[in-house]
């Protein structure tokens, strides 16, 4: 009976570990700080601007006459990512690059500077705050049928904004609102991973007019396969 017992529990743990590896089940990491408040450190920008800055505990990106990133050091594939955004003016328009790439080959063989991938959108309410635009290729990720106007947004406060990635499929959430939920191999299949940035959008209208956007409490874990 002993033996039978023990070559029981021997299979049904095989069973297990066969089961998760054929699913392809995903585990969570430890949440990590991407800003604390304190420094920048993680971070640069995209160009050499001083469009983001440090300032009472925040990141504050400030409007120019041409948009501007601030990206972090690592790549990310899978993963979870939230943070606290607020938009000070409602006529500008931010985002947060997922999974996003820096450089370009063009068709001379030359590499460029170039920002291009998935972007939670964050603008006004009503808007499409939520929605997955792709950055630098002109054209939405989000389906024509699910680009639908929201007020998930409040504006001129402290919005909580919740990111999933997991292979092609991206999830969205705004103020515990799911808003987006969008899967797209072939977006996938061009962006797996890549960094994180912030966007604050260039302002063709009265440039010198400076509109503000806030970022707070960010923070990400990774999600691997077992």
Known sequence: MIANSTTHRTLFVLIVLVSSFCCGSA???DWVTLFDGKSLDGWKPSRDNT???LSEGVIVGTSSSQTQFLQTVESYGDFELELEVKLHDTDLNSGIQIRTQLTRTGDNGKVRASVHGPQVDIGRSPGRSGHIFNQGNG???TPKEDLIRNEAMVNGHW????????GPRIQTWINGKQV???????????Y????????VHGVKKSPEKARHV???????????KK
């Open 27 to 29: 585990f969570a990491g």
């Open 51 to 53: 469009q983001f800055a």
């Open 139 to 141: 054209a939405w990720i």
């Open 159 to 166: 919005n909580k904004l919740r990111v999933l990635a997991k």
């Open 180 to 190: 987006g939920d969008v899967t797209d191999s072939e977006a996938y299949a061009k």
């Open 192 to 199: 797996p991973s890549g960094v994180i940035a912030l966007q």
């Open 214 to 224: 806030s970022f707070r409490s960010i923070r990400v874990r990774r999600l691997e």
